[in-house]
């Protein structure tokens, strides 16, 4: 018999916390425990062992980024982190993905929305759309974001992201030299993977990828699977930040196959179309 998925509810408001609960109850999901800001989340995690973590992003004494931050130290065997905002083009979510999270979930979503979003990262899958990732990247990652003082942030994999005091991204320095001036991130990457990467991040699924590489799909999840481990990622929500981040794409490309992952009637709720 499988056991009930455990979740932890992060959230200053009360009442966000008791209809969230409310909800997940009588799909059959168990809430272990409750937070009313950052410190109180990271303790509960260590305490409870949750599977899944849903984060508001700003809470009192620490925010729902350096609550995640710490709570994912704990590498794979971290539960997932969703996180909770008003807004979908916002920084600090941005910041948190980088971290680590799984994806995000605006507050008005609906029952159905929110149970399955839940048993979605359970399974290690992302949880973002192509289209709404690639926005919320294209918006954040580099350009004028990120200028001045700055401090260093560990995701979950060891690796660094750098963030402006705001907590916005910056990009990282290009090694000079070598693989025609690639990123020294992403060196360790085959040609064949690069360009896996580079199609991933403008929002293709694998079956578009197999479609266009002309390859079977269990060959193209091979392939990002071995990006994700050489990189250190933990899902595809951070392959496509990393391609951002180092050039590998840039903001404004655009491919047509992502125009499809995306459906109207759902744009900008944080779960629209196919999980990555």
Not at 4 to 17: G, H, I, M, S, Y
Not at 105 to 118: I, R
Not at 235 to 246: M, N, S
Request: glycine share 12%; net charge neutral; hydrophobic share 40%.
């Amino acid at each position: 018999m499988t056991e009930p998925l455990r979740v932890l509810l992060a959230d200053d408001q009360t009442l966000v916390r008791t209809g969230f609960r409310l909800i997940l109850g009588a799909d059959g999901i168990d809430v272990v425990a409750e937070a009313t800001n950052g410190t109180e989340a990271v303790e509960a995690a260590g305490r409870t062992r949750p599977d899944v973590v849903l984060m508001d992003v700003r809470m009192p004494e620490m925010d729902g980024l350096e609550a995640t931050r710490r709570i994912l130290t704990g590498g794979q065997d971290s539960p997932r982190v969703i996180i909770l905002t008003t807004f979908d083009l916002d920084r600090y979510v941005y910041a948190a993905l980088s971290a680590g999270a799984s994806g995000f979930l605006l507050k008005d979503v609906t029952p159905e929305h929110l149970t399955a979003a839940v048993r979605t990262v359970r399974t290690g899958d992302a949880l973002l759309a192509p289209a709404i990732t690639r926005r919320l990247v294209e918006r954040f990652a580099g350009g004028e974001h990120g200028r001045g003082a700055g401090d260093e942030r560990r995701n979950s994999a060891g690796g660094e992201h750098r963030f402006s005091a705001e907590g916005e991204p910056r990009h990282s320095t290009r090694r000079g030299g070598g693989s025609a001036g690639l990123h020294r991130d992403l060196v360790p990457l085959t040609p064949r993977e690069l360009e896996v990467l580079g199609l991933l991040a403008r929002g293709l699924s694998n079956a578009e990828l197999a479609a266009r590489l002309h390859l079977a799909e269990a060959t193209v999840k091979t392939h990002v699977a071995r990006i994700l481990a050489k990189l250190g990622l933990r899902d595809r929500v951070q392959a496509v930040i990393v391609a951002y981040e180092t050039g590998l794409v840039s903001a404004g490309t655009r491919d047509a196959a992502e125009q499809s992952t995306e459906p109207v009637g759902d744009r900008g709720r944080g779960v629209a179309g196919p999980a990555l």
